[in-house]
């Protein structure tokens, strides 16, 4: 009786361990080797029940703590239903939510039923996280997701940065597109959503669809006044990166904000490695709709002073007495706290939404085929 109580309560332990504390250095070679042929031999067996094999699936875990990250993870999780295995999931889905791991990885939670988990984890108050958590659950194109994610689209309380990244998600699929169109055609969009509503609408393989959206929505315009395309659309061009490298410093006015490998100015990030966190849909979109992608670091302020001065830009620091602001120009004002009347906070980034007007589409495709080029050193 004693004994069998023990092994329920074994059971019970295995079957909530988290993966962390498997460490693997706890984990010898040959146990290592032992794990992976338990494994193989699991994969093998139809119809496995864990429930009822607690050492097997300690080995099963303790072989995933040994290959987290990888899609033999992933394929492993799925087979044998590892709900316990969320953390490491959500992880996936959140740092690389525009490669198919993290996408898969995001398919499993909304399999697993971890709706609730999902909605906690894009309230993350680093908005710029749970933006790309949505990014991941719309790469799904699942219309299953869109429940999670259309109240978010009409929430005031939502940052851009959420609202913008629901509105690209929901319409990665057509009952979504549907929603949108009907969203918009009702009169029920934010104004600020506009450009993702129609980037996504404007590119519906749905000629009926793109049609009733062009009667609400446009794209902006270029130089020389036509509407761009939709990214969908620039990201299959091909661009000549040298040439996109001569427009940042130039007609874009990229490097009058950004610097690249020590040259230009720092008033946004630096963008010598932006190849490496951006894909090139997402560096459209930072180009195209910056206000939607605002990060923390970047936030922009209003600050007024007693004198009726008013000043644009990014805190660089502040202590009790001053406030450190750089503006758009690059410049930096020191203002005494004494002479602030009021600071508010901005939901427009001080990254101008028009830079696109000085650039033709190929421009545009040039600069971020240059951009993509940047890639981190090893
Ligand atoms: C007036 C200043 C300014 C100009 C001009 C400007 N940017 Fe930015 N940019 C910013 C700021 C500030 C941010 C960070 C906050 C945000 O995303 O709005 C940013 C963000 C970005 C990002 C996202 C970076 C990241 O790490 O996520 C990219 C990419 C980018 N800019 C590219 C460009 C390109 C290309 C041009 C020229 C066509 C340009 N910017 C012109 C200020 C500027």
């Known amino acids: ?52 094999k607690p050492e097997a699936k300690a080995a099963l875990l303790r072989h995933l703590a040994t290959i987290a990250g990888s899609d033999e993870f992933l394929v492993l999780v799925d087979k044998f239903q590892l709900r316990d295995t969320k953390d490491e999931l959500l992880r996936l889905a959140r740092e690389q939510s525009d490669s198919t791991l993290g996408v898969k990885a995001a398919g499993l939670l909304v399999k697993f ?20 958590l949505i990014t991941a659950l719309g790469l799904l194109s699942d219309a299953q997701t869109n429940d999670l994610l259309a109240p978010l689209v009409h929430s005031a309380e939502q940052p851009l940065a959420i609202r913008a990244a629901a509105v690209a998600a929901i319409g990665r699929n057509a009952p979504g597109q549907k929603w949108l169109l009907e969203t918009v055609e009702a009169k029920k969009l934010a104004a600020d959503l506009s450009f993702a509503a129609a980037n996504v609408l404007l590119a519906s393989p749905d000629d009926a669809i793109r049609s009733a959206a062009g009667k609400h929505l446009s794209l902006p315009a270029g130089a020389g006044g036509e509407p761009l395309p939709p990214i969908a659309e620039l990201v299959k061009r091909s661009g000549d990166a040298a040439r996109g490298q001569q427009l940042f410093a130039t007609t874009g006015t990229c490097a009058k904000c950004h610097k690249v490998r020590g040259e230009g100015k720092d008033v946004g990030p630096d963008l010598s490695e932006i190849g490496t966190k951006l894909s090139p849909e997402a560096l459209y979109l930072s180009i195209l709709d910056p206000s939607a992608g605002v990060s923390f670091d970047y936030e922009s302020w209003l600050l007024r002073t007693l004198d009726g ?22 410049i930096v004002h020191q203002i005494a706290r004494d002479d602030i009347e009021q600071m508010k906070k901005s939901p427009q980034s001080i990254m101008p939404a028009d830079l696109q007007k000085q650039l033709k589409a190929q421009d545009l495709v040039d600069i971020v085929a240059y951009l993509a080029t940047l890639k981190k050193q090893s």
């Open 1 to 52: 009786m004693l004994l069998r109580s023990f092994s329920c309560l074994l059971v019970l332990f295995v079957a909530t361990a988290p993966l962390v504390a498997l460490a693997q250095d706890e984990v010898t070679p040959a146990q290592r080797a032992r794990d992976a042929l338990i494994v193989k031999t699991l994969q093998r067996l139809p119809g496995v029940d864990l429930s009822q």
């Open 113 to 132: 039923g971890e709706q609730e988990l999902l909605a906690k984890a894009i309230a993350d108050p680093d908005p710029a996280k749970g933006a790309k």
């Open 309 to 330: 001065t008013v000043l644009t830009g990014i805190i660089v620091s502040q202590t009790e007495d001053v406030v450190t602001l750089k503006t758009a120009e690059a």
